[in-house]
């Protein structure tokens, strides 16, 4: 009995320790074979000078091709050692100085890349590191904008704050970018839009873009996101195309239509010269004084020119060049006809930027009839200041200087009608002699055979123009009758009469 009692004896004592140990493993765990920390005490050498408290709410979620750089903050989680996780705010150099690893440098990785090189210098401490890399808040985006835009250079371009279901943030788009440039110039090409971009640490990839798409049609993909060190280039047109221009005017990426744009005009119009050019209300002021300027509609060429007070009669309007420098130093050479804009195609009268030269050439020779019609159109002045002086019934030019204010596309037989036509006992008919004022500051005198009943032409009805002065001379009888008056001596007056027969 006493030896078969022993065994149980004995056994009760280990039970109860095996059930002790058993109790203690349940409520105290070792640490777990993947995160046991093979050297749990981290150097004293090794600081945390760069961590950040994490904020409220969700990481952001950053396109899947999002490198880090200097100014993210990102949170740090190795799993299961919460000593070494943590928010921290990347330096300039990209380098974060982490616990017991010390310096890493994750400048142009990706989240998941920054985490594969975070576990790659752990797993030398631990078995197995699990580490996750999230982005808190990103950096602003720098990008650079060259090209054919209004002020190119580097821009900070800021993030907005995401709303409703998504958290995030919204990154800008090149047109965000072209927008704090102050939009593109006319002179670009917006099919062969460059972004070009480095991925990471690798090289750069130039992708190309066509804008006129994203209006045309609302291709969105053309309006793509922007990273960090993106450059975006406008090259300049080869071809010109009219109509996209006036289509493209009131794009989000296009300058504002009441920027004051500076234009030179020469060649046939009343005024050469330089004048500001604003678009924008639909009703303007065109001023005089100091050059000038413009407010109605869009800043077109023919508002340009009716600042400089219309064309002249001997205007070609088939022939307006537009001279545009571009940002590379080329030069844009435009012809516009503006007969077929008084035709209907309105994209003749195309936009004008800052620094344009318009040059409305000399036509080799008038047509009547369409001399009329340009007459009256918007480009060519309102009316034009002529002296019609002599023996007329109400003739101009007196000691006051006065004028007749006349259309501008008045005839020689107008303008004496318009003075109450000859004075029947007095004028010559015959003739009258015309007074030019040239733009080159010479004047001419030209003696034209009047035939009231002949239209316009150049010989017998020629079209009048600025500051031209007609004078109607007195008829042989009247120079008679003014010399017997002026002359009491009969000898004399029989010398005078025959002195003005021989002249």
């Keep these: ?69 200097g100014g993210d ?20 150099g990209g380098a974060l100085y982490l616990p017991l690893i010390g310096g890493v440098s994750v400048l142009g990785l990706t989240q998941e890349q920054a985490a594969e090189e975070i576990a790659a210098r752990y797993s030398r401490y631990l078995r197995r590191p699990l580490v996750t890399v999230s982005l808190i ?12 835009v209004n002020r190119p250079g580097s821009y900070t371009v800021g993030l907005q704050g995401g709303a409703g279901d998504n958290p995030g943030v919204q990154y800008p788009t090149i047109v965000g970018a072209l927008t704090l440039a102050e939009g593109t110039t006319l002179a670009a090409d917006l099919r062969q839009v460059q972004l070009r971009r480095r991925n990471g640490l690798g090289p750069e990839v130039v992708t190309n ?23 975006i280039y406008i090259p300049p047109a080869t071809e010109v195309n009219l109509a996209e221009i006036r289509q493209f005017a009131t794009a989000s990426f296009a300058p504002a239509t009441n920027r004051p744009r500076t234009v030179t005009i020469v060649g046939e119009v009343t005024r050469p010269g330089t004048y500001v050019v604003v678009g924008g209300s639909a009703t303007g002021i065109a001023t005089e004084q100091g050059g000038g300027s413009a407010g109605a509609g869009l800043p077109t060429v023919s508002r340009a020119i009716q600042l400089a007070g219309g064309v002249t009669s001997l205007a070609d309007v088939r022939n307006v060049q537009l001279r545009r420098q571009t940002k590379s130093g080329t030069e844009q050479n435009l012809t516009l006809n503006f007969w077929q804009l008084l035709t209907g195609d309105t994209n003749q009268d195309t936009l004008v930027q800052d620094g344009d030269t318009v040059v409305v050439a000399t036509a080799p020779e008038q047509n009547a009839a369409e001399a009329t019609t340009v007459a009256t159109a918007n480009f060519s002045p309102a009316t034009i200041r002529v002296s019609v002086i002599g023996e007329l019934k109400r003739p101009t030019g007196g000691s006051g200087g006065e004028t007749l204010q006349l259309p501008a596309n008045t005839s020689l037989n107008q303008a004496i009608l318009a003075a109450g036509g000859f004075n029947d006992s007095r004028a010559r008919r015959s003739t009258i002699d015309l007074i030019r004022l040239n733009p080159n500051g010479s004047i001419t005198k030209r003696q034209v055979r009047v035939n009231l009943s002949q239209g316009i032409n150049e010989e017998t009805n020629p079209i009048l123009r600025n500051n031209d002065v007609v004078v109607v001379n007195r008829s042989s009888l009247a120079k008679i009758g003014d010399t017997i008056g002026a002359v009491g001596n009969p000898i004399l007056n029989i010398f005078s009469i025959f002195r003005l027969f021989s002249n």
Excluded at 137 to 148: D, Y
Excluded at 209 to 231: A, F, M, S, Y
């Design 137 to 148: 808040s990103p950096r602003p985006i720098n990008v650079v904008v060259a090209g054919e």
């Design 73 to 92: 903050r990102i949170q740090i989680n190795v799993f299961e050692v919460p000593e070494y996780s943590g928010a921290y705010q990347i330096p300039p």
């Design 209 to 231: 873009l066509d804008l006129t798409q994203l209006v045309q049609t609302g291709n969105l993909p053309q309006d793509i996101t922007l990273r960090d060190g993106d450059t």
């Design 1 to 69: 009995m006493g030896s078969k009692g022993l065994p149980f004896a004995v056994s009760q004592p280990v039970v109860a320790l095996f059930t002790i140990l058993a109790t203690i493993a349940v409520a105290c765990p070792l640490p777990s074979k993947a995160q046991a920390p093979l050297n749990p005490t981290p150097p004293a050498s090794n600081p945390k000078p760069n961590v950040v408290q994490p904020p409220a709410g969700q990481p952001v979620q950053p396109p899947l091709d999002y490198t880090l750089g």
